[in-house]
């Protein structure tokens, strides 16, 4: 039975082998060396695009990335969460529906959600012709960071909700129960038994969210308009404008040991938590 197992497993290892594993390895070459990418024999060994990494330009997209894509993470956690309190108190019927109208917005595709925020946003959008109709002051946001955290929020707060929901549907309500019998109320039940209980889920939805608005580059260029300047963006212009694969390798070798190192403090914060008995009464 085992070896069945295992040979079952074999398709799934050549395909991480093709897929992941030779792609990380190939870029990790091409940070270390510089030449002519096309050319193997006129490439040589080399730290230089690491050592550009230290110039205070690209030290500051790196900066502005992280704190954009935190700040994204926070409002998607302070919007996500309530919500998914909300869909797990409903009613189960109400709640697949209200699941499914959650979900309905990422089965459309990345890029045309991002263009309808582009004419929602933009000076002659949507929102500005209501205000400007009523006579109201319009807004200035688009193209800047607001309108580029406003796009992350958008796109990855479904990231952030799905979690949680599952971790707080999962609570067992005799725990919720027992812990109003011995005199909680509601806030003190939420304090300490329902939010201790899924900090699993927000651990979960923070790295779901953080990952993939720290190296966006669609929504930055989209909302931004080429305003700030992203490590994604940055990551995209040394392969197809500059075409400079060597240093495009190191950002993006780079990026990736920042994101693991994020998810390593996460996943050890969680296992605290664990460890701590959740902070149960």
Same mark, same amino acid.
């Given at each position: 039975m085992k070896n069945r197992f295992r040979m079952l497993s074999y398709p799934y290892i050549v395909w991480m082998a093709i897929f992941i594993i030779g792609p990380i390895l190939l870029i990790l070459f091409y940070s270390f060396t510089s030449g002519n990418v096309h050319d193997l024999g006129s490439m040589s060994f080399s730290i230089g695009s690491y050592k550009k990494l230290f110039n205070l330009m690209y030290l500051k997209v790196i900066a502005k990335s992280f704190y954009l894509a935190a700040v994204a993470t926070a409002l998607c956690f302070l919007l996500g969460y309530p919500v998914a309190l909300i869909i797990v108190k409903a009613e189960a019927r109400k709640r697949n529906l209200l699941m499914l109208f959650f979900l309905v917005p990422i089965w459309m595709n990345f890029l045309l959600r991002t263009y309808a925020w582009m004419s929602i946003l933009s000076p002659n959008g949507f929102i500005n012709r209501i205000?400007?109709?009523?006579?109201?002051?319009? *807004?200035?946001?688009?193209?800047?960071? /607001?309108?580029?955290? *406003?796009?992350?929020?958008?796109?990855? *707060?479904?990231?952030?909700?799905?979690?949680?929901?599952?971790?707080?549907?999962?609570?067992?309500? /005799?725990?919720?129960?027992?812990?109003?019998?011995?005199?909680?109320?509601?806030?003190?039940?939420?304090?300490?038994?329902?939010?201790?209980?899924?900090?699993?889920?927000?651990?979960?939805?923070?790295?779901?969210?953080?990952?993939?608005?720290?190296?966006?580059?669609?929504? /930055?260029?989209?909302?931004?308009?080429?305003?700030?300047?992203?490590?994604?963006? *940055?990551?995209?212009?040394?392969?197809?404008?500059?075409?400079?694969?060597?240093?495009? /390798?190191?950002?993006?070798?780079?990026?990736?040991?920042?994101?693991?190192l994020s998810m390593a403090v996460m996943s050890s914060v969680d296992k605290e938590e664990h460890q701590g008995g959740g902070g149960l009464f």
């Open positions: 205000l400007a109709f009523f006579g109201l002051p319009m *807004l200035n946001i688009m193209p800047g960071q /607001s309108a580029v955290v *406003l796009g992350m929020v958008y796109n990855f *707060l479904p990231f952030m909700v799905l979690p949680i929901y599952t971790v707080l549907s999962k609570i067992d309500k /005799s725990v919720v129960e027992a812990a109003m019998d011995l005199g909680a109320n509601n806030l003190a039940t939420f304090i300490k038994v329902v939010f201790p209980l899924s900090i699993p889920g927000i651990i979960t939805g923070i790295t779901m969210v953080f990952m993939p608005a720290v190296s966006t580059f669609v929504i /930055s260029r989209l909302l931004g308009g080429g305003k700030d300047l992203l490590i994604g963006n *940055l990551i995209e212009q040394q392969f197809t404008v500059q075409r400079d694969w060597h240093f495009g /390798s190191a950002l993006s070798i780079v990026l990736m040991v920042l994101i693991l």
